[in-house]
T-cell receptor
Framework: QKEVEQNSGPLSVPEGAIASLNCTYS??????FFWYRQYSGKSPELIMS????GDKEDGRFTAQLNKASQYVSLLIRDSQPSDSATYLC?????????FGKGTMLLVSP | DTGVSQDPRHKITKRGQNVTFRCDPI?????LYWYRQTLGQGPEFLTY????????KSRLLSDRFSAERPKGSFSTLEIQRTEQGDSAMYLC??????????????FGEGSRLTVL
């Protein structure tokens, strides 16, 4: 049974701060990792994907992967109130994505 | 709108009734997924189709659930003899496999089921 673990939060940060979201996974053979953002009442949307150990940056978002520790993280720099949402970590097996429960992020003005 | 569309968006039914949800994926996408999401949880995989072939079903999918994708285009998910525990958001997602695979699933807005 593949498992993806996330702290459910909420994680509260002030506007302009760095938000750090973490995820661990159980399946060592997983090769593809994703962060989805889900606003309340909406469907998930992809914001970052990462496949290799290290950091991957895209605008204010940085994804970090450490396969040895089975750990994925997402940093959001200069957090904005519009970033307030649930962030879902997802890990791909052979053909399906397994999602964590998500971490709720609240960015206060 | 060329995204993934789902119908109906909301369904309220009484326990024991049958319900059917429809998903129209992005037209060129060959793979289609069904997920279920309850409050405070992430999406849980139910089943997926590669073209018209149903290739995998989750152990979560009881015998009361059936899904089809008859011509490799739209898909239906039917729940027979609904139970209150079936109340959830049913999400459909599609992806084009082969070539450059970004792994991005495109989700529809979901069909919310409430079983009374």
């Amino acid at each position: 049974q593949k498992e993806v673990e996330q702290n459910s939060g909420p994680l509260s940060v002030p506007e302009g701060a760095i938000a750090s979201l973490n995820c661990t996974y159980s399946d060592r053979v997983s090769q593809s990792f994703f962060w989805y953002r889900q606003y309340s009442g909406k469907s998930p949307e992809l914001i970052m994907s990462i496949y290799s150990n290290g950091d991957k940056e895209d605008g204010r978002f940085t994804a970090q992967l450490n396969k040895a520790s089975q750990y994925v993280s997402l940093l959001i720099r200069d957090s904005q109130p519009s970033d307030s949402a649930t962030y879902l970590c997802a890990v791909r097996g052979y053909s399906t994505l397994t999602f964590g429960k998500g971490t709720m992020l609240l960015v206060s003005p | 709108d060329t995204g993934v569309s789902q119908d109906p968006r909301h369904k309220i039914t009484k326990r024991g009734q049958n319900v059917t949800f429809r998903c129209d994926p992005i037209s060129e996408h060959n793979r289609l997924y069904w997920y279920r999401q309850t409050l405070g949880q992430g999406p849980e995989f139910l089943t997926y189709f590669q073209n018209e072939a149903q290739l995998e079903k989750s152990r979560l999918l009881s015998d009361r659930f059936s899904a089809e994708r008859p011509k490799g285009s739209f898909s239906t998910l039917e729940i027979q003899r609904t139970e209150q525990g079936d109340s959830a958001m049913y999400l459909c997602a599609s992806i084009l496999t082969g070539g450059i695979d970004t792994g991005e699933l495109f989700f529809g807005e979901g069909s919310r089921l409430t079983v009374l």
